[in-house]
């Protein structure tokens, strides 16, 4: 195959495995939105390891039907990611009650520059100045968009630091094990679905309960909201997969960075769906400068050391046999 079509033929199916993210993540956040409002069904732990254990009835399907195949994850790394995913879903959950809106969002927006952290640490990553001034102006345009008040207090920030750090660790660890143990999307999915869903579902009722003060057996559950919450885990298939396939495609830092995306389709939806009265000026301003920062990025980025990874592979008694340069780095687009 020629190399034009290859790279043709990749970008197509990065922005399909993009688009899938995309789609997915939106609907199950205004699917969870009506949910919760609509319904009072509050619980959002619990949820969680109903969608984890969706997922993992998904990915035994495919096992059984030759879709997946064997493979091999050690047991500490699989503990590590899932303690990772899971201090994710519950700082994040625990963050958003004691902290403002605005905080949160601040916080959830500090992710990226500590994605990009652990991927300069542990991965040797170079950003050319292009990249991070995309990054910077995304990260500018989603806080204009939606970033109001902003209070902290102790225990809020001390939520805050552990859901970025662990939601950041969760999103590098994502694309360093399918990296390392040549895993495919669906085999992650297979090793790390059946533990988050298992821990979340015997943990979930008990910090539901200490969060919202209510007890999931004392839910009144009907149709409609059984309907809403079996959505909610069809959905949620998708967003777990489509998180990991674009991950293990892109890096932790591009998925962050487009990631961005979601957060203004979910802000456009909502004035439609919910009513415009948030919709202002510089709401909008804010999501014109996001949308060129994630332009910016993606053209910086892609250009030949837009970002790039710094190995050693060349010895320096090599290059000196060989009257080389000093130097032994050797940059490698990523």
């Given amino acids: 195959m020629a190399p034009s079509s290859k790279a043709e033929k990749k970008a ?39 969608h984890f254990a969706t997922t993992t ?8 039907l030759g879709y997946i195949q064997p493979s091999h994850l050690p047991l500490p790394e699989l503990l590590k990611f899932v303690l990772f995913a899971n201090f994710s879903i519950v700082g994040m959950n625990v963050s958003l009650m004691w902290n403002s809106v605005g905080f949160y969002q601040i916080a959830k927006l500090s992710m990226i520059p500590v994605s990009c952290l652990l991927e300069v640490l542990f991965d040797k990553i170079r950003y050319s100045r292009d990249t991070k001034l995309g990054i910077v102006v995304v990260l ?24 970025v750090w662990s939601t950041s660790l969760q999103q590098y660890y994502v694309h360093y094990l399918q990296r390392n143990y040549s895993l495919s999307s669906f085999n992650l999915l297979g090793h790390t679905a059946p533990v988050q869903a298992g821990s979340l579902l015997l943990l979930g009722p008990f910090l539901d309960y200490w969060l919202t003060d209510k007890r999931i057996d004392a839910f009144d559950f009907k149709i409609p909201s059984m309907v809403f919450i079996i959505l909610s885990c069809t959905i949620a298939v998708g967003t777990n997969l489509s998180q990991f396939i674009c991950i293990g495609r892109f890096t932790a830092v591009s998925f962050q960075v487009l990631g961005h995306m979601k957060t203004i389709l979910v802000l456009i939806l909502g004035f439609l ?41 060349i010895s320096r008694s090599s290059q000196q046999k060989h009257g080389l340069l000093e130097s032994s780095e050797v940059d490698e687009k990523v």
């Fill in 57 to 64: 009835l998904m990915t035994i399907v495919l096992r059984r």
């Fill in 140 to 163: 500018l345009g989603v806080a204009v968009c939606t970033v109001t008040d902003v209070s902290v207090n102790a225990k809020g920030f001390i939520a805050a630091f552990i859901a």
């Fill in 273 to 313: 769906f919910f009513g415009r009265e948030g919709l202002n000026l510089h709401v909008v301003l804010g999501m014109i400068i996001a949308i060129f920062g994630m332009i910016l990025y993606g053209n910086a980025s892609s250009k030949p050391g837009g970002k790039e990874r710094r190995s050693h592979s």
């Fill in 12 to 50: 197509a199916v990065d922005a399909a495995a993009w688009m899938f993210n995309v789609v997915t993540s939106v609907g199950i956040i205004i699917v969870n939105k009506a949910l919760m409002a609509t319904y009072g069904f509050s619980f959002a732990t619990t949820l969680t390891g109903l």
